[in-house]
């Protein structure tokens, strides 16, 4: 399952910041999505429920960001942004677009409990 990698990447992440910063235990994760980035929300939710027990994480609530799919169209010479299953401009309606965003998952934030 494609989102079990990504959970088992963001607690990774995750560990290695409690390691550094000495934190045993996270209260809450905020998450960037983008909107093009085909994950599935709730199987990520379910995924890193399963892995995070019995670690640092474990029933820490997830927040997602969701973050819009840009794209820099050469007609227009700007950037815009686009729709889901779309990928056209919306303005002049070329598909000569160069994606910029909408395909990312970050990290935003994490809460701890000192
Ligand atoms: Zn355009």
Request: hydrophobic share 40%; charged share 20%; glycine share 2%.
């Amino acid at each position: 399952m494609h989102e079990l990698s990504l959970a088992q990447n963001i607690m990774d992440i995750v560990e290695e910041q409690c390691r550094k910063n000495n934190v045993n235990k996270v209260t809450a994760l905020w998450l960037e999505l983008g909107v093009l980035s085909c994950v599935e929300q709730s199987a990520l939710e379910f995924c890193f429920e399963m892995i995070t027990k019995d670690t640092v994480a474990e029933n820490c609530q997830i927040h997602f960001i969701p973050i819009p799919a840009l794209a820099y169209c050469w007609q227009c010479q700007k950037q815009v942004e686009i729709q889901i299953n779309h990928n056209a401009c919306p303005h002049c309606n070329s598909t000569h677009l160069q994606h910029r965003m909408g395909n990312e998952l970050r990290i935003r934030e994490i809460e701890v409990k000192v």
